[in-house]
């Protein structure tokens, strides 16, 4: 009798996290989306100062090949690509954690885009990027501190001609 009233506890608690834990999960995406947001705003209009204030002073981006990046770094790769008013990137936050002062959020960036190609012809191109951030909460707001990117895939015309993950 008592093993039969533990283990009904015991269902009942799982139960219940497995109905409260996806709620901590949303709010955890919830916390991010308007620091994505700025950022993103801040990384298209090249407002690199807006954009600093979002990242500690010490961020590091690591790109797909391991090779580590500044956030200096990161804004002369930025200010030398071209802008192009009909690439519109979208974003999505696929995971969030939040452990006290330091989270975890994996993030997807899609790009499409037709460019020149040598030959005459337009070819439509897409670009994926999934990415693993770091941020850490400090004087009670959250800085993001590093960007791990994790899977890279390009397309050309609907077939890849490039995809690299670790």
């Known amino acids: 009798m008592a093993f ?11 139960a219940t996290v497995a109905i409260v834990a996806p709620a901590f999960a949303q709010d955890a995406k919830a916390v991010f989306e308007p620091r994505y947001a700025e950022l993103h705003k801040a990384s298209e209009a090249r407002d690199f100062a807006a954009a600093a204030k979002l990242m500690t002073p010490a961020y590091e981006m690591v ?3 391991g090779d580590s990046h500044t956030m ?4 002369d790769m930025m200010g030398q690509m071209p ?12 995971s969030a954690t939040i452990s ?6 994996q993030n997807k960036m899609e790009m ?16 994926t990027v ?6 850490v909460q400090q004087g009670g707001v959250w800085l993001l501190n590093k960007t791990v990117q994790k ?12 995809h690299q993950a670790v």
């Open 4 to 14: 039969s009233r533990h283990f009904s506890l015991l269902a009942g608690a799982m």
């Open 63 to 65: 790109d797909i090949r």
């Open 72 to 75: 200096s770094e990161m804004q």
């Open 83 to 94: 802008q192009d008013p009909n690439m519109k990137p979208k974003y999505e936050i696929v």
């Open 100 to 105: 006290g002062t330091t989270a975890t959020v």
């Open 112 to 127: 499409h885009m037709s460019r020149p190609m040598e030959d005459g012809t337009t070819a439509e191109l897409d670009v």
């Open 130 to 135: 999934i990415s693993e951030d770091t941020w």
């Open 151 to 162: 899977d890279l895939s390009v397309s050309k015309d609907g077939e890849v001609v490039f």
